[in-house]
């Protein structure tokens, strides 16, 4: 049956609905608001103001960046990674059997992955902005605008594998762990101070490593590294792509058989 509604109603109803899951979510909520500022006072108190090395790939040699600086911003990376692929993940795993039936009742399926993608990017920036406000409180950046764009770069990459996720895997169990245990790994290698062999070339393969580019070069620099923010997007796109093919195939609406009756038999 086709659905009554013009697509632009149905693209901001489904953006709508959406983003009321987001809010709903009082866990995802709780960290941000208390979870972030908490996090990043820790760091603050445990790390001192020595001078590190960092490998900056912009200029090809290494910048000299304060150790507490950097960790705390490598801090914020972690809070948003987690919090933003915490929230996507559990909103998809929950909605999926919802966006099958509005598919099964007419529902373009296109509609709804651009919804669900406008929908991400949203509440990614909205967690990345209040995290980059908060921020200001324990480290002032020479370029916020830029610390704020690598955050959200890795955030989107976060979110895309939150949806990912959220199609594929069965249990909320292994989404979680996955998602906290790929955060931590690829966060941590990539902050010298906690992890001696981080200017090696093999992070550049890590989906965090264009987004800890572009927030060193915020934090410590007046450089924009656009390539290195186009790089960040790698890992989202192919996320994205991903899921996008196994929410198609899980919501897909089933072609109907064709039912071949026999011929009524012929009165005698």
Partial sequence: MKHPLPHPHRYRTAVRYISAEYLRNRTALFLLVVFVPLWYALMVAVMPHDPISFRFH?????????????????????????IVGFLIFSTTKRGISFDHRLVLCGYPQRILLVAKLTAMVVATCAVTGYATLVLLLFFRPESILV???GLASTGIAYGALGFLLGVLVRGELE??????MVSLIDTFMQNPVGN??????????????????????GGFTHMVPWDYLGVALVWPLGFIGLGMLIFAMRTRVPRARPVFLAPAPHPA
Avoid: E, H, R, W
């Fill in 58 to 82: 912009p200029t090809g040699g290494f910048l000299s960046v304060d150790s507490q600086g950097i960790t705390v911003l490598t801090a914020g990376l972690n809070a948003i990674t987690i």
């Fill in 147 to 149: 610390v704020f764009l």
């Fill in 175 to 180: 989404g979680f762990f996955a998602i906290i």
């Fill in 196 to 217: 001696p062999l981080a200017n090696k070339d093999v992070l550049t393969y890590f989906p965090s490593f264009g987004a800890t580019q572009a927030y060193v070069a």
